[in-house]
């Protein structure tokens, strides 16, 4: 660079990122790799892992070895998906309604949609439990699905209202100008306008719910365990570290696979978004 | 018959009145712009029109049916927004297509009117351009097209030049006229520039404060202003306080304080001592040598206070012996022109008689 002014800023730039930097290979990096690596190794006779040289590719043996694994990715999947098409039914009228409030009262409708982060998230789970039980639906695939709506519907509403609150008010006017009724104007105007909040919320919330173990352990009934549930019991009840490691592999590539087509399906399908959003 | 008429129009928020009693009957075909500062409620009957407002009192009549509870996509008109308000997820093409296909026309139709109205606003090449990838002038062409594709009876522009800058206002002012005439859409064009309302319409309704001060063809609000606010609004003007000394059936004598008299033509009766203004415009004044022609009526002598020169014209602002500073435009083209007036030199002002017009209070 000919730059001389570059000099010190590249320097200001490396003091600044150095933490985050720092903090992010210690404590995400390097335990990523510790699971790599621990998917290859053999467990240990009292858990753990069995001591060095021992390597092999037993771990990722499930997947062939038995139908019940890939049977609960599946159902992780419909159970994620489920829950993020409930969501954005759910969030997006309440998006919109708080978008189209005054300025005033929109701070208010914001925080009490965050409020309940105030209090913990197993406190409210078990408060679930008081609620479904009476009513027989505890323990039932409705009682996760309930728990995991009600968990992540707040990061469905949060990126829905950033975006619908930005849309112009004028657009609408200009399609209802053109002939476009209330109807036809939501869903050629604002609903493809807030595809991107759509899809931001959506990764908020299918990703966690996927890896999500206490809403079906607390919630469900024996049948419904996801791949959460399936990874917490290979290293605290099964003692299979390798084979917890290797499902846990699996699920961050099948989430990174999927992310990755989101993003260039968004990118492909959303051209001119980008104006408003 | 009238192609639009708003019949006793008035619309008020809370206390204030936005629109009072207004009347105004629009021809087909016609180029008609509402003209005031802003807050003078032309945007609001605007609104009324295109049905996103409705009065509280009074009617609005297109093709002699009242609009009155007909939805805004149920009225055969369409609106050129201020922001354009494009759609910024549809390509240019898409935006014009959408009135169309609102409006249930077959594809091949659609296909057919979006490629006319887009040659017709030059836009052929940008059909398949997203709006962020457009200029100002681009964006504002194309939501002309959006507008005029589907054939309104009426178009309503709501200061659609405002955000572009000078060079291209004037580009676009040329087009817009000839777009017009090429289609025969009537226009109704709102705007608080009264360059722009004098270059484009045919007639110019000028408001304020709610209500139509004047409504006339531009060349006559210019020479025959109604009242002061027009006289000041519509281009530059001189207002001298005068008090009538004599009405004849055609000439009319002012006395302006510490000045004397002027004499104008005004074919109204006007009572002798009424007091009003004389409005004079600044092109119609000359300025000479303070020695010249000193037997010239409506000759007052003074002296040179400041001077701009604009290039095709010099703006003299001329101290009165009243202390009334007048101005007048002389053109530097003019023969016998080759000496200019410095600041602080002796001049006299001249004009003739039927150059200004008196305005009662």
Redesign the interface.
Same mark, same amino acid.
């Given at each position: 660079m000919s730059d001389v002014r570059a000099q010190p800023a590249d320097l200001t730039k490396w003091v600044v990122t150095l933490p985050p930097t720092a903090f992010l290979l210690f404590f995400f990096l390097a335990p990523a790799l510790i699971v790599v690596v621990a998917s290859f190794r053999e467990p240990g006779e009292f858990g753990g892992l069995a001591p060095w040289p021992a390597l092999s590719l037993d771990a990722f043996g499930f997947l062939s070895s038995d139908v019940i694994y890939l049977e609960i990715f599946v159902r992780s999947f419909f159970v994620a998906l489920l829950t993020t098409l409930t969501c954005i039914v759910l969030a997006y009228p309440l998006a919109w309604l708080i978008a189209r409030s005054p300025a005033k009262r929109r701070d208010l409708l914001v925080l009490l949609v965050i409020l309940p982060f105030a209090s913990n998230f197993l406190v409210r789970i078990y408060a679930w439990i008081m609620l479904l039980g009476p009513v027989g639906l505890l323990y039932t695939p409705f009682a996760v699905i309930i728990g995991m709506v009600y968990v992540h519907l707040p990061f469905m509403i949060l990126p829905l209202y950033t975006n619908l609150e930005k849309h112009d008010p004028a657009l609408l006017e200009a399609a209802q100008d053109l002939g476009a009724n209330a109807w036809t104007s939501f869903w050629r105007v604002t609903f493809p306008l807030s595809l991107p909040g759509v899809f931001s919320g959506s990764a908020l919330v299918f990703i966690p719910v996927l890896g999500m173990f206490a809403v079906p352990e607390l919630l469900g009934g024996t049948g419904d365990i996801l791949i959460g549930n399936l990874i917490k019991a290979q290293f605290l009840e099964d003692r299979d570290w390798p084979l917890g490691s290797a499902l846990s592999i699996m699920l961050t590539l099948a989430v990174l696979a999927l992310a990755g087509a989101m993003a260039w399906a968004a990118r492909r399908g959303l051209h001119g978004t980008e104006a408003v959003t | 018959m009238a192609l639009l008429e708003l019949k006793n129009i008035t619309r008020r928020f809370g206390d204030l009145e936005a629109v009072k009693d207004v009347t105004l009957s629009i021809d087909a075909g016609e180029f008609f712009t509402l003209l005031g500062p802003s807050g003078c409620g032309k945007t609001t009957i605007l609104r009324m029109i295109?049905? !996103?407002d409705a009065p509280d009192e009074g009617d609005i009549l297109l093709d002699g049916r009242s609009l009155a509870g007909v939805?805004?996509?149920k009225r055969p008109l369409?609106?050129v927004?201020q922001?354009y308000?494009?759609?910024?997820? *549809?390509?240019v093409a898409g935006n014009v297509a !959408?009135?169309l296909e *609102?409006?249930g026309r077959s594809r091949e139709e659609i296909r057919r009117r979006v490629d006319e109205t887009l040659a017709l606003v030059h836009l052929t090449d940008k059909a398949s351009q !997203?709006?962020?990838e457009l200029s100002g002038g681009q964006k504002q062409r194309v939501a002309l097209a959006?507008g005029l594709v589907?054939k309104p009876h009426l178009l309503l522009l709501d200061e659609p030049l405002g955000a572009l800058d000078a060079k291209l206002r004037v580009e676009m002012q040329v087009e817009l006229i000839a777009l017009q005439r090429e289609v025969g859409i009537t226009f109704v064009f709102v705007t608080h520039s009264q360059q722009e309302a004098l270059a484009l319409s045919h007639r110019i309704g000028v408001m304020r404060n709610g209500c139509i001060e004047q409504c006339d063809e531009p060349d006559k609000l210019y020479t025959n202003p109604a009242n002061r606010f027009v006289a000041d609004f519509i281009g530059r003007i001189n207002l001298l306080e005068v008090e009538v000394a004599a009405s004849g059936k055609v000439l009319l004598k002012l006395n302006a304080e510490g000045l004397g008299e002027i004499a104008a033509t005004d074919p109204r009766p006007i009572r002798v001592g009424e007091r009003g203004a004389f409005a004079l415009r600044p092109e119609l004044i000359r300025v000479f040598g303070h020695k010249e022609s000193a037997d010239l009526r409506n000759r007052f002598e003074g002296r040179v206070k400041e001077l701009l020169y604009l290039g095709d014209v010099t703006l003299y602002k001329v101290e009165l012996a009243n202390g009334f500073i007048i101005e007048a435009l002389m053109p530097n083209a003019a023969s016998g022109r080759a000496k200019f007036h410095e600041v602080g030199d002796p001049v006299a002002v001249c004009w003739r008689q039927d150059a200004g017009v008196y305005l009662r209070n």
């Open positions: - | 295109a049905g !996103f939805p805004p996509e369409h609106t927004f922001s308000a494009l759609f910024p997820h *549809m390509t !959408f009135p *609102m409006a !997203f709006p962020h959006r589907n």
